[in-house]
């Protein structure tokens, strides 16, 4: 009788799909079969417990529906044999009592607000106790949280000479953990030496920095099979890029077809497609080799340290060897020390703001001796960058629109003079490692909750 009836206009099928999606769940993948468990409220059927903490026992949340549909009222689906509230409520209402009947002891908490008011499953309990007058195992009590919510400095933390010493012979400093010592000397402290790991979720969704590592695996295969000759794109490589994408995606993401994942899989296709009619316009190029990982001993005081680094690719362009690190964002973070004096501290991370192009050329030029500085180049390619030069070099910059060419031999000194400084600076025992001064950087740290800067979030976006 409905079926050929209208709305007018559109905002009447926007209402009445917001009124079904309210009552549709999301189905809830479990984790694997160790550790910390967590299981949909209905699959806790045929498990006893020996005690259970029933967290929100509130009318919102158990059994948490609307008592009418929007579309089909509950006389409409009664007659047409169709589920009704009370179906689910009956089915909640089994779980919820074989659940507590089960475990040896139970503890229900719940709000009783004029806002909140328990479950009609927890006052049935309640109910039944009174009138069979049991009181006995049965408490009732109020609970009120102290909270406060000032918010005190993190706390500095000493070196001791047992801690250098652990340092010079377990962490291997690289460009990314040096720039986290610039960003934040604590977060140096708990990532680097206290070997804290960055959190990990079991979420499947796509983030920025899983994107990233995907494009660097596909560009490394991709250009493994041009080495050793000069870079040609063929009429074939955008079929090579995409079954190579295809491959990279499959390998890591197992319902790559579906949705979001569908859409980031074709977005990275036809960029990186891009990016390689891009490489041809950058003249003659012999890659030299991808993913090059050095490793080399340096001397720091009393400490011998080893500084290590991969290199997304070396190139030959023109009898000068180019090294390349690849950035899947927009803009670049080169240092700018040009006319900077390094004696003050606290202006570091705005100045330097990374070490990481003048970092790979030291561990290239200690791994070989006789290059050249003059004959040396490098630049930060820009994945993400749509307009403009999709490099940018590390001795060449563009000040309103006026291209500067720097002194490589007396800019690279300085920059390695910063790497010193950086170095000497994480070895000094009278130095501790302090948390960063800049607030804005603690809001995406994942070491924030240890520090005491779990406040700290990103400011909402206009």
């Not at 179906?87 to 909640?92: G, H, M, Q, S, V």
């Not at 490589?237 to 190579?244: G, M, Q, S, T, V």
């Amino acid at each position: 009788r409905i079926s050929s009836m209208t709305f007018e206009g559109n905002s009447p099928y926007f209402r009445l799909l917001r009124l079904v999606l309210n009552d549709i769940s999301a189905h809830f993948s479990g984790t694997p079969l160790k550790g910390l468990q967590a299981l949909g409220f209905l699959e806790t059927r045929g498990l006893k417990f020996s005690h259970v903490w029933f967290l929100d026992a509130n009318e919102s949340v158990i059994p948490g529906f609307r008592k009418e549909d929007a579309l089909l009222p509950y006389k409409i689906r009664r007659a047409l044999g169709l589920s009704t509230h009370k179906t689910r409520e009956d089915i909640y209402k089994y779980y919820f009592n074989v659940l507590l009947g089960q475990a040896g002891s139970v503890d229900l908490f719940y709000m009783d607000t004029p806002d909140h008011e328990p479950s009609r499953f927890v006052r049935r309990i309640m109910w039944d106790m009174q009138k069979a007058d049991k009181k006995y195992g049965v408490q009732e009590q109020d609970v009120r949280f102290q909270v406060t919510f000032s918010q005190s400095e993190p706390a500095l933390v000493k070196k001791t000479p047992e801690m250098l010493k652990f340092t010079a012979s377990n962490v291997n400093l690289s460009p990314s953990n040096l720039d986290q010592y610039l960003a934040c000397p604590l977060k140096f402290y708990y990532g680097s030496i206290l070997g804290f790991d960055e959190k990990e979720g079991f979420s499947s969704d796509f983030e920025a920095k899983d994107v990233g590592i995907l494009v660097h695996d596909i560009l490394k295969t991709f250009f493994e099979n041009k080495m050793g000759a000069a870079l040609k794109i063929n009429a074939g490589d955008d079929k090579l890029i995409e079954d190579i994408t295809d491959k990279c995606f499959r390998e890591k993401y197992s319902s790559v077809e579906d949705g979001f994942g569908y859409i980031i899989k074709a977005r990275v296709k036809k960029r990186l497609k891009e990016i390689l009619r891009m490489q041809e316009s950058l003249g003659p190029i012999e890659i030299l080799c991808v993913e090059k990982r050095l490793e080399v001993s340096y001397k720091c005081d009393d400490f011998n340290i080893r500084l290590v680094g991969k290199i997304d690719r070396i190139d030959n362009r023109s009898g000068k060897i180019w090294v390349i690190d690849y950035k899947t964002g927009t803009s670049a973070s080169l240092p700018s020390i040009e006319d900077y004096h390094f004696a003050d501290r606290e202006a570091w991370p705005d100045k330097i703001k990374s070490v990481q192009l003048p970092f790979y050329i030291l561990l290239y030029m200690l791994s070989n001796p006789g290059a050249d500085i003059n004959s040396m180049e490098a630049s930060l390619m820009m994945l993400g960058k749509l307009k403009g030069g999709m490099e940018d070099q590390l001795f060449r910059r563009v000040v309103r629109r006026k291209e500067i060419i720097l002194d490589k031999r007396e800019y690279f000194r300085k920059c390695k003079a910063v790497i010193d400084a950086l170095i000497a600076d994480i070895f000094n025992l009278d130095i501790p490692f302090v948390p960063t001064s800049d607030q804005k950087k603690c809001a995406r740290c994942d070491f924030k909750l240890f520090c005491g800067r779990q406040w700290a979030v990103e400011p909402a976006r206009p």
